[in-house]
């Protein structure tokens, strides 16, 4: 018994259409893609595509639905860096964050004492300065009871407390600006 088999189609008469030259020359930025397409070109979701163009007004829409794939690349890459200089901040903001963490360290270093102001070392210095000269005026009295020779030791200790003096408040002076210690290259 044969089985029918049935007819084959008939080729088509229809020929495909060639593709216009206006289609050919169509360049990927000025095609016009429907959301989904959009939202796979840029990597996002649709539903974020939808949040661009309607809440936030970045992307703008050729009609209901359709995106010119140029101007939407476009836009969204501005958007992408703009919000890329938010978050790292402008030039000041930098500034601004690096001042911010050197008055976090200084104030870490002046609870851990590792940094001391310079009214509190003078201060400290001065006292310390004042026990050692008050010291040394009493030192004569001491060494001898001859009144003659208590003057002549109190008149060297005086000389050499002048000097100290003197040369403390050239330090103090240079602290306090900041400027260079003209004597720094004699103490090498």
Request: no cysteine; net charge positive; charged share 35%.
């Amino acid at each position: 018994m044969a089985t029918k088999r049935p007819a084959a189609k008939a080729a088509s008469t229809k020929r495909a259409k060639a593709p216009t030259k206006a289609a050919a020359s169509t360049k990927p930025a000025d095609m016009i893609v429907n959301q989904t397409a959009m939202a796979e070109i840029l990597g996002i979701t649709p539903r974020r595509l939808r949040q661009l163009e309607k809440e936030e007004e970045v992307i703008v829409s050729d009609g209901v639905g359709k995106f010119h794939v140029g101007r939407v690349v476009q836009a969204y890459v501005a958007y992408r860096s703009e919000g890329a200089v938010r978050k790292s901040g402008s030039e000041s903001m930098d500034r601004l964050r690096e001042e911010k963490m050197l008055d976090i360290r200084l104030n870490r270093m002046r609870k851990d004492r590792e940094l001391i102001s310079l009214d509190e070392a003078l201060s400290f210095s001065d006292e310390l300065v004042g026990l050692f000269v008050s010291y040394l005026t009493g030192l004569p009295a001491e060494i001898t009871g001859v009144p003659r020779e208590r003057q002549r030791l109190h008149d060297i200790i005086d000389k050499g407390r002048l000097k100290l003096a003197d040369r403390l408040s050239k330090k103090i002076g240079t602290l306090r600006t900041g400027s260079e210690d003209p004597d720094a290259e004699d103490e090498d």
